[in-house]
């Protein structure tokens, strides 16, 4: 090969290397921004809930998250609950998204309630279908008067939420036997109004959310985002908080924690019962000890002050797991609403529920009560 063409070849070779350096440099890669998922996935049943979840918030604006997803799934819901974790993601810092994974394709309308707030958007799983129907409502765990002003709320909700235009539609979620139908409004560039009951002459244009009289409302994910109470269908969190990001600048996700949001309401009427549960045990153990009369004369008092001793570290024990009873249905009061110890969750009423609950947290402090007064006289002999 001739000398001045292998030069060129050369020269070639080093502008073209050149040219890949530089245009590397100038498309740097896209920027990694820190998210987080937070899951609440035992649906909406007690309010401390929205406290659990601003301070998982608060961890991950710690954590230096750029964006939190808060994924929602289960079937229960309760109307003040999904106000209050509105509330919450509605100022939250760093932006939240919501999005809403679906349980066998149906989630809780109230899961839009809550997840039209998150300022970044709220996502639903592709193919999703909300529901609202009387057997997912745990009103009954509320406080009466709680879920009485928060309905009256919901009826005539000001300007916060994406629900504001539909009248009906808030109306039928609570009861959706008045029957509620979406209509596509004329000359309002593919807007949508609601219509209760059966309306004649707009049958061909209608969807049914609920006829009159029935017992369930069903919504599609798809006509969800077209009434603009969601922002999309995702497959799931990570494909919602890239959508989310691209939105916002076009950054990728580091994706650092997934964190569940508290425990569920039913652990914590299992972990109540079982704190009971331990404390019977613990006095049990205890009580064989404090069989020794204190005033005998024929047991010398270091056995009595032995026997004190040896059924302290039980007595408190006990009086350890009883506390925890107590503090888990002062702060998660719904507790009390639910099957007591033994109780069945069938043909009794809420009343019932709330009386074994107090009548067995008082049963064992009265016990308690009783043989730390043994021990005390014991280790006094």
Known sequence: MHPTFQSCIRVARFALLLFA????????????????????????????????????????????????CVEFAGNSWRLDVAQQIGDVLATSEPPAIAFVKAESGRAPLAFLVAGCRAPAGC????GTLFFSEESGNARELADAKAIKAAESQWKKLGGSSAFVPYEVLRAAMLDPSIGCRMIPALGEGGKFEMRAGASPGDEENA???????AKALNLSAQNA???????????????????????????KPEMRERRAVGPSLASLRDLADASLDRAEREMDRAEPFLKVKHDSQQI?????????????????????????????????????????????????RVSQFQARWRSKIQQAKDR?????AKAEKLAAA
């Open 368 to 372: 308690l009560e009783k043989l730390r």
């Open 123 to 126: 996502f639903v799983q592709t």
């Open 21 to 68: 350096s530089n245009f590397a440099r100038a498309a740097p890669p896209a920027p990694r921004a820190i998210a987080w998922v937070l899951e609440m996935h035992d649906g909406f049943d007690h309010e401390q809930q929205a406290s659990e979840l601003k301070s998982q918030l608060a961890a991950a604006r710690a954590g230096g998250a750029r964006i939190v």
């Open 225 to 251: 985002i077209a009434l603009g109470l969601c922002s999309a269908e995702a497959t799931d969190s990570r494909d919602a908080i890239e959508v989310a990001l691209q939105k916002t600048g076009g950054a």
């Open 300 to 348: 010398a008092p270091n056995q009595k002050h032995e026997a004190a001793s040896l059924a302290k570290p039980a007595l408190d024990a006990a009086d350890a797991a009883v506390r925890d009873a107590e503090e888990i249905v002062r702060i998660n009061p719904e507790v009390l609403r639910m099957p007591g110890p033994g109780q069945s969750n069938t043909g009794q």
């Open 207 to 213: 969807v049914v959310l609920s006829e009159p009289g």
